[in-house]
């Protein structure tokens, strides 16, 4: 999101003396036209961002500028403070506590409890998953390799030894963002799929050639088409890969596991068509047989 990154910018500005457009663009993962853009807005909302030519140019925020609670409305506090709240719900942890607490120290209703909130976060986890993330969180403070029992979207259980890099929070969903040592490879975990979860003595450091993994599974690219009678759930169900054609919706979207796409599809009954792939159809209709010979035989 845009926003995330001004606010990044920002910070990055506030924290170093000086940094280029090309290590802006680098760290938020955008073109160099783009930082240009991101900066003229900035200093458009008040923040005097200066720039500099030469080889040790780049920019910086003018000398004597800094920002105070002035500079963030009540509307502005509550969306940190119930970030926080819920960050601390789901992981807990001392560091949340302390910020909620700097947090209404600079803005003390905050905690009113009659105050009405506009926007409320949810990065809730079950027990599990928030015992499994404190020891994560512990791992990655202390740079320790950790080793689990994994088990994949289509069932395989493989044992892993990780180095943990990051949490990362997406779609209600929990993962581990780090460095696999059985696959060589830097990879996404899903935090509802680990078990045996223990940090080793073993510490271990940044690697040069860490890289972003591209996909987290391999899934199956399909395309959906359903009758307006289930538009309702559809919309609910599949809320940013819907396109609404008038007499009918189509959704394109991917699955990770073709037990969970059968079983979405079953539930739909006659309301849904699989427009593609073609296996996914012959897999659908071979499940489908199955059932009838439950049946009848």
């Not at 696959?183 to 078990?195: A, W």
């Amino acid at each position: 999101m845009r926003l995330d990154r001004l606010l990044g910018i920002t910070i990055e500005l506030l924290t170093k003396k000086r940094v280029t457009a090309t290590e802006l663009a680098s760290r938020f993962e955008v073109s160099v036209r783009t930082i240009y853009r991101d900066i003229e807005l900035i200093n458009q909302a008040g923040i005097p961002v200066t720039s500099f030519s030469g080889t040790d140019g780049g920019y910086e925020i003018m000398d004597g500028f800094f920002l105070t609670k002035q500079h963030f409305s009540i509307d502005d506090f509550s969306v940190i403070y119930n970030l926080l709240k819920s960050a601390d719900g789901a992981i807990g942890g001392q560091q949340f506590i302390s910020l909620i607490n700097k947090i209404s120290s600079l803005q003390p209703s905050l905690s009113n409890a009659e105050r009405q909130d506009k926007i409320i976060f949810d990065l809730s986890a079950s027990e599990e998953e928030k015992e499994i993330i404190r020891i994560i969180m512990e791992a990655i403070d202390q740079s320790k390799r950790i080793a689990l029992t994994y088990t994949n979207a289509t069932g395989q259980i493989s044992e892993r030894k990780i180095e943990p890099l990051n949490l990362l929070w997406e779609r209600g969903i929990w993962y581990l963002d780090g460095y696999c040592l059985s696959r060589k490879d830097k990879r996404y975990f899903r935090v509802s799929r680990m078990s045996n979860l223990k940090v080793l003595e073993e510490q271990f450091y940044l690697r040069a050639d860490y890289k972003r993994p591209v996909v987290r599974e391999q899934g199956t690219n399909v395309h959906l088409r359903f009758d307006l009678s289930a538009q309702e759930r559809v919309l609910e169900q599949f809320p940013v890969e819907f396109t609404h054609h008038g007499d009918f919706i189509d959704v394109k979207t991917i699955f990770y596991s073709r037990d969970y796409a059968i079983s979405v599809i079953l539930s739909y009954g006659k309301n849904i068509k699989i427009i593609s792939p073609d296996d996914l159809k012959d897999d659908l209709i071979q499940t489908i047989n199955d059932i009838q010979k439950v049946y009848f035989g």
